[in-house]
């Protein structure tokens, strides 16, 4: 009967200690104007974040559908290409079906019930519907291209099948669960995830769009880069409204790690070599779009890449080619994107 009884005895223990941290971090909350509970929270007017609302509007604006996007001419295209590109397209889109799903947890298990102004509950709100046509899109792609069910289904669950992908998965995963971190670390971590984590492969399809392939994925790519470009953007705006904010030597620890993960990830795990893209030069540009996101959230930069990836192709010659602009389609506001 003495081991039944061990839990009951370290119960006050435990509970004191989450008491202890529920209560520091409901004090932090009471600090910051953005997490201060209010009657205010239930209606939207009078606007009190001009900026904050001005995005969200941004947002509402840009939306799309997955039936938007016409499928029909990529499976001839995915037919020729060689087994290498197969498998390293496949693998990305695996990537993504998992990784809007992850944001879509954070925005509906933590921010949204943590931010407590009207204008960003809004963009939150939008945000998960937006990441739902994401998700929507890179499972119509998979299953569009690969007709065999196991394979299939080895896609769909990456994160327990492909180690890599849960290395990344378990990176963004362990910040939601995190009960201690603050919630201007988390922003920064997960302006790191749609900043940086899709970054690289968000510029390898696109390279698949200079070779005049797969104009399907290729436009969609467009779409939801620039939604996710906007995510990150406001990530930014939201983090420069903190009273609290985590120190620079935090936010760096985040923002480097989180470039680590990804330059293994496409150099290593999932070369974008297998695409005839160069490296070395996809390395500089997740180091460069690194330092575009310190430089956005008040930061200086961290790497100070030698080159401009965003105004040269990362191919494997080295070869330069002209900036990502704007997204062509219905109800669309002409804007440059710079991957």
Known sequence: MGDPERPEAARPELDERLSSDTNENEAKSDEEPLLRKSSRRFVIFPIQYPDIWKMYKQAQASFWTAEEVDLSKDLPHWNKLKSDEKYFISHILAFFAASDG???????????????????????????????????????????????????????????????????????????????????????????????????????????????????????????????????????????YLVNKPSEERVREIIVNAVEIEQEFLTEALPVGLIGMNCVLMKQYIEFVADRLLVELGFSKEYAAICAPSKRSINQDGGSHGTWDQVKGPHRKRREYLI
């Not at 519907?129 to 065999?148: A, F, G, K, P, Q």
């Not at 104009?215 to 996710?228: A, H, K, Q, V």
Request: net charge negative; aromatic share 16%; charged share 25%.
């Open 102 to 240: 992850i944001v879509n947890e954070n925005l509906v298990e933590r921010f949204s019930q943590e931010v407590q102004v009207p204008e960003a509950r809004c963009f939150y709100g939008f945000q998960i519907l937006i990441e739902n046509v994401h998700s929507e899109m890179y499972s119509l792609l998979i299953d569009t291209y690969i007709r065999d069910p196991k394979k299939r289904e080895f896609l769909f669950n990456a994160i327990e099948t492909m180690p890599y992908v849960k290395k990344k998965a378990d990176w963004a995963l362990r910040w939601i669960e995190d009960r201690k971190s603050t919630f201007g670390e988390r922003v920064v971590a997960f302006a790191a995830v749609e900043g940086i984590f899709f970054s690289g492969s968000f510029a390898a399809i696109f390279w698949l769009k200079k070779r005049g392939l797969m104009p399907g994925l290729t436009f969609s790519n467009e779409l939801i880069s620039r939604d996710e470009g906007l995510h990150c953007d406001f990530a930014c705006l939201m983090f420069q």
